[in-house]
């Protein structure tokens, strides 16, 4: 009985341990989406570019497509911009941009001035789009299935490794999928 | 007193201050005061996604502001707390809510203080129980050889 009351501090301190070592494997600015596997709301923005096209949701619906939320003021997007602008060469995946919070002259210089690997560019200066898709901050990127479900949720910049350990192949699952 | 009654008011109108400190924008504001005070309390209980632990009544982010002007939206719309409440949460998650709502997952996490206060009293029953056993020890009679060695003592033969 001594024996095991003595041991008693000790062992409740390896199991705080643990549970502290466990908590440090936890990241919690990484949310759970509550949007993954639920259809693409309705929007529609104006556009940013001198182009006039702006970005709805039937834009993006039918086939595997990337929304990507940047914004001029966003550091994090000048980051993975080199990275989305190799795919956007390529011709990889429709990538869809959405300038968020942003004054659109900014927006458009910031396309001039980094590159521009968006198929259609809208702005959404009051978040509504961004509230509708759980948005935390910017850079943010969503993958859509050809049916306009929400199927992946990046938060922060995409780097190179990110793009060819996640991103690559949840683009390549989704597009085995049927129409 | 009437220095006593000054220094009340005196807190008063501090207090009064200090609320006006942490409002909302004055853009934002709403006409209807009863409104208002709804956006403002349903504000308190929604975390700024951005900055995790504030609310967004705390928070000066861009995103929080966008989110008190939607609150205020839909207030107007005529949505209940609740419906509000629901909208946010069904794009965030309840990580959204300050307040994590009483479900099985969050059980324990409700349950924790009652828990740990119930495992203090018991650790402290025990501790009791100990003490009176070793006290009750302590005070047992003496034994033969103790009492004539006590009386010698007494009787200063020895020391």
Not at chain 2, 32 to 57: F, G
């Amino acid at each position: 009985m001594r024996i095991i009351s003595s041991f008693a501090p000790l062992v409740v301190m390896a199991l705080i341990s643990v549970l502290l070592a466990l908590g440090l494997r936890h990241d919690p600015q990484n949310l759970p989406s509550a949007m993954i596997d639920r259809p693409l709301p309705a929007f529609d923005l104006p556009p940013v570019r001198a182009e006039p096209d702006g970005l709805k949701r039937a834009d993006v619906i039918g086939e595997v497509a990337m929304i990507n939320v940047f914004a001029s003021w966003c550091e994090g997007c000048r980051i993975e911009h080199p990275v989305l602008m190799r795919a956007s060469r390529a011709g990889r995946v429709p990538i869809y941009g959405v300038d968020w919070k942003d004054d659109r002259a900014k927006g458009a210089a910031w396309l001039i001035r980094h590159g521009d690997p968006y198929t259609r560019v809208g702005a959404d200066i009051n978040s509504a789009l961004a509230i509708d898709l759980g948005l935390t901050g910017a850079p943010e990127t969503y993958i859509i299935d050809r049916k306009g479900r929400i199927r992946y949720k990046q938060i922060g910049p995409i780097t190179d490794n990110i793009w060819i350990d996640t991103i690559e192949p949840i683009l390549r699952k989704l597009e085995q999928e049927g129409p | 007193m009437t220095q006593f009654r000054a220094f009340l008011i005196f807190i008063m109108m501090f207090g009064a201050f200090s609320q006006t400190a942490y409002a909302a924008l004055p853009d934002e504001v709403l006409a209807d005061p009863i409104l208002e005070a709804r956006a403002r309390n349903l504000s308190k209980t929604l975390r700024c996604v951005v900055c995790k632990n504030q609310s967004i009544d705390d928070s000066n982010a861009p995103l929080a502001r966008d989110m008190r002007l939607l609150v205020r939206e839909r207030l107007v719309a005529g949505d209940s707390d609740s419906q509000v409440r629901d909208y946010l949460v069904a794009r965030y998650g309840n990580f959204i809510l300050l307040r994590p709502p009483l479900q099985p997952n969050t059980l324990l996490l409700w349950l924790a203080p009652a828990i740990f206060t119930l495992l203090g009293f018991i650790g402290f029953a025990i501790f009791m129980r100990r003490s009176k056993a070793i006290q009750a020890e302590q005070i047992k009679p003496l034994s033969p050889e103790e009492q004539t060695k006590l009386a010698k003592i007494e009787q200063g033969q020895e020391k």
